[in-house]
């Protein structure tokens, strides 16, 4: 993401220029003059990844970026904040007891200060820290998702976009520690719509570890037990369910399912330790969680034992292979761009750095890869009836991992069923296809948690080239 410094005299950008870039993720920050025949010179410190935002102080004499800490890191990094001058000198962490990840930052109009948004549990917020380095000032908090920091006014204001559980993204101004509406798109929904009730949980898993956890109930269900339950899975695996407002669960909810949304280790938003726990081990600590999760639904009486649904997409889609293959209660899972046998990703995703590094190359190391595997070589023990789907041209995650669990499950005798979206990649971006994707899921779940609710509901329209 190239940015101009003030001034106009440079211009900076990111970029992978080092003996090894096809061996690595990583990228360094230079700065160039904007003219012909100008040569881009190096100001990061080391070869290692760094990231946007690039942002320029008002002055044009400093830059600020961000800074992988280790270099085994790719998918588990937690970037921190660098300054370093324009003309030469050391790069300097100006917040490096923050444990927490940082997605933007920009500088006060007098170059005193930098105001940042941060991730925490469940949450996301905008805090301060001053340009010489300190104390972490928090500016907004409280149960919501503030992104989409501006540039900084001359009297300390900014735009930001904030989420809320009940309300989409809007635009609010940020004047001190006080956000303000300024846009109220969204607004019909609070007279239109009956959503979901969401209650932040936690519990503690068998071996110790605390964990956050999101539950939604369907509306009107407040107090009520013995629900049909879907635990719903997040990707990344670094990513992280929140109070933001998320149309699939509420989707879930409306149509009768209590929704629980676990932050398993790996998640962000708990440090650098919590996010990288799953380093190389993948299926264990994660599958822990999520089961811990399902226990504590049933033991607080909202859950059904008997009506259990997993689901989840990219990572999400991998955890639920790696939950039906190791707990056999739940009736229904759907697994959107998923993945089990994982030598098989190796050359045919984007991934090959991270898979090297946690796992090792697969003729050298075979007995990972068998390890992390293990969904689709005990595909005979599974009894989950389960619904696979995938963007026919998904470099990230190929279809040829959907395709797979499906042929294995076909073989089986394991009620299963195969849905490719053509000409859609990762996300499923064109509005038919999500329209069916979400009422796919939600008949999957009836059909094998709540038949007679299945059976009331109109035949779907058909999505327009989805098979």
């Not at 398993?264 to 708990?270: A, E, I, L």
């Amino acid at each position: 993401d190239p940015a101009w410094s003030p001034d106009g005299r440079y211009v900076a950008f990111l970029s992978a220029r080092s003996e090894t870039r096809e061996k690595t993720t990583a990228r360094e920050v230079y700065v160039i003059e904007p003219k012909a025949g100008a040569t881009p010179r190096q100001i990061s410190g080391h070869v290692g990844r760094h990231s946007a935002p690039l942002a320029w102080r008002p002055d044009s004499q400093a830059l600020l970026y961000m800074e992988g800490t280790d270099p085994r890191y790719d998918a588990y990094e937690q970037y921190q904040m660098v300054v370093v001058p324009v003309v030469g000198g050391t790069p300097r962490s100006v917040a490096p007891t923050l444990d927490r990840p940082v997605s933007a930052a920009a500088w006060s109009h007098d170059g005193s200060r930098i105001v940042f948004v941060v991730a925490d549990d469940r949450e996301q917020h905008v805090a301060s820290v001053a340009a010489t380095g300190g104390a972490v000032t928090r500016i907004t908090s409280g149960p919501q998702v503030v992104r989409g920091l501006s540039d900084i006014s001359a009297d300390g204001g900014a735009a930001v976009l904030v989420s809320l559980p009940s309300r989409p993204d809007e635009v609010h101004a940020l004047d001190g520690g006080t956000l303000r509406p300024l846009t109220d798109h969204n607004a019909w929904m609070a007279k239109e719509l009956q959503l979901g009730i969401l209650e932040a949980v936690e519990y503690t898993t068998p071996d110790g570890v605390r964990i956050g956890a999101l539950l939604t109930r369907p509306p009107g269900a407040e107090g009520a037990t013995r629900l049909p339950f879907v635990l719903q899975v997040h990707g990344g695996p670094n990513g992280q369910d929140t109070h933001g407002f998320f149309f699939d669960r509420e989707w879930l909810a409306a149509n009768g399912y209590a929704v629980l949304q676990v932050n398993y280790r790996g998640s962000h938003g708990r440090g650098q330790a919590f996010q990288s726990a799953i380093f190389g081990d993948w299926g264990n600590k994660e599958v822990v969680d999520l089961l811990a999760g399902v226990n504590w639904a049933i033991e607080a009486g909202i859950a059904d034992p008997d009506r259990l649904g997993i689901g989840g997409w990219s990572y999400g889609g991998i955890l639920t292979n790696y939950a039906i293959a190791t707990d056999s209660r739940f009736k229904a899972a759907v697994s959107g761009a998923s993945s089990s046998l994982q030598l098989t990703m190796y050359g045919t995703d984007q991934y090959i750095v991270q898979y090297e590094t946690e796992m090792g190359q697969p003729w050298k190391t075979m007995d990972r890869w068998m390890k992390v595997s293990y969904p689709f070589f005990k595909v005979e023990q599974i009894r989950t009836p389960t619904m696979f789907m995938a963007g026919e041209k998904d470099f990230n995650v190929p279809a040829i991992g959907s395709e797979q669990m499906y042929q294995a499950f076909k073989s089986t005798g394991i009620p299963t069923r195969l849905v490719i979206y053509p000409e859609q990649f990762h996300g499923i971006t064109r509005p038919s296809y999500r329209r069916h994707r979400l009422e796919q899921w939600v008949r999957w779940f009836d059909t094998y948690l709540t038949p007679a609710g299945n059976a009331a509901r109109p035949a779907l329209p058909t999505a327009g080239g989805a098979r």
